[in-house]
């Protein structure tokens, strides 16, 4: 007989994983994620884990490094705890931009974490969004690798009115806005730069002129790439701006950035926890991956098939 869902959650994104224990009905397991005098993370299962199958949930989002030590140590806790399987829901995967050797004499931090989460004793990995899809190929163990793009997909619809165009950011979003212009049957707009590659001038390829442009990429950091591409829209005639990322990192001066461009709404999910400073933004708001999290979670426990929650074509 199959045990109980246990979910255990680092100090990363507690929210997120208190909402998907309440979609689950289960509650958090226990246990102790803190830190010794000298900074060192400290973690404690409280409970008896032995022959079970647990879960872990944790965001290696800001501050990436101490995030990232926490799930490895929580992982090795729970492996020394004799733990059957872990499974590790990494809503949003950091180290993920460096993902090939495009330079002479740079890392491959995406291949590095990966190799981590194995040695550490993960038995599977479930994700959104990674930077890029051959992440998925840097791991030795199984990859659920979902897209928020689907929760983003549902809000769009339910505030549809028609004439909406979808405009990729950059040409590494083609395909990702393509298929989301697909499944709401509009058009399809994307972003060219020419020029220096420090201030490229921007052009859009596709006609935008009166219309609602909703903008789609994966993740929005500093906001240089989402702010270019609304400059870019507004500039072709477009009546509105609306911009949509699955995760909100929002580094430096970005919500500031958006909350003084032309940018109408910026809609995120909840991998990530908004600071303080981004709640108060007027222009940004957030739906959640919990219910979809959830699902897969009770999918795997149960050994039920994932594929209608794949990211359709």
């Known amino acids: 007989m199959r045990s109980r869902i246990v979910l255990f959650t680092g100090n990363s994104n507690p929210p997120l994983a208190h909402k998907v224990c309440f979609h689950l009905g289960v509650p958090p397991g226990q246990a102790l994620v803190g830190r010794?005098?000298?900074?060192?993370?400290?973690?404690?299962?409280?409970?008896?884990?032995?022959?079970?199958?647990?879960?872990?949930?944790?965001?290696?989002?800001?501050?990436?490094?101490?995030?990232?030590?926490?799930?490895?140590?929580?992982?090795?806790?729970?492996?020394?705890?004799s733990a059957r399987r872990i499974n590790v829901i990494v809503p949003y995967y950091g180290y993920g931009r460096q993902d090939k050797k495009d330079k002479p004499r740079v890392a491959l931090t995406a291949?590095?974490?990966?190799?981590?989460?194995?040695?550490a004793g993960a038995g599977r990995v479930i994700t959104l969004d990674f930077h890029a899809n051959q992440i998925q190929?840097?791991?030795?163990?199984?990859?659920?690798?979902?897209?928020?793009?689907?929760?983003?997909?549902?809000?769009?619809?339910?505030?549809?009115?028609?004439?909406?165009?979808?405009?990729a950011p950059d040409s590494?979003?083609?395909?990702?806005?393509?298929?989301?212009?697909?499944?709401?049957?509009?058009?399809?707009?994307?972003?060219?730069?020419?020029?220096?590659?420090?201030?490229?001038?921007?052009?859009?390829?596709?006609?935008?002129?009166?219309?609602?442009?909703?903008?789609?990429?994966?993740?929005?950091?500093?906001?240089?790439?989402l702010l270019r591409a609304v400059d870019g829209a507004r500039a072709a005639g477009a009546a509105v701006v609306d911009a949509?990322?699955?995760?909100?990192?929002?580094?430096?001066?970005?919500?500031?950035?958006?909350?003084?461009?032309?940018?109408?709404?910026?809609?995120?999910?909840?991998?990530?926890?908004?600071?303080?400073?981004?709640?108060q933004c007027s222009k940004i708001r957030t739906v959640s991956v919990a219910p979809l999290l959830a699902e897969v979670v009770r999918r795997v426990h149960y050994e039920e098939s994932l594929s209608s929650l794949f990211w359709k074509p």
Do not use: W
């Open 36 to 81: 010794f005098s000298d900074g060192e993370v400290r973690v404690e299962v409280g409970g008896n884990v032995r022959g079970m199958d647990v879960y872990v949930i944790q965001s290696t989002c800001p501050p990436v490094n101490e995030n990232l030590i926490e799930l490895l140590v929580m992982i090795d806790a729970l492996k020394r705890a």
């Open 137 to 167: 190929g840097f791991f030795n163990i199984p990859v659920d690798h979902l897209s928020g793009t689907e929760v983003l997909l549902e809000d769009v619809r339910n505030n549809q009115v028609g004439g909406e165009i979808v405009v």
């Open 244 to 279: 949509y990322c699955v995760h909100a990192v929002l580094s430096g001066g970005a919500v500031e950035a958006i909350e003084e461009s032309p940018l109408r709404s910026l809609t995120v999910t909840d991998t990530i926890p908004l600071s303080l400073k981004a709640e």
């Open 172 to 225: 590494g979003g083609v395909e990702r806005a393509r298929r989301f212009a697909s499944r709401l049957e509009v058009d399809l707009a994307l972003m060219d730069y020419r020029g220096a590659e420090t201030t490229p001038e921007s052009y859009i390829v596709g006609d935008v002129r009166g219309r609602r442009v909703i903008i789609l990429d994966d993740m929005v950091d500093t906001g240089r790439t």
């Open 111 to 119: 291949k590095m974490v990966a190799d981590l989460f194995s040695v």
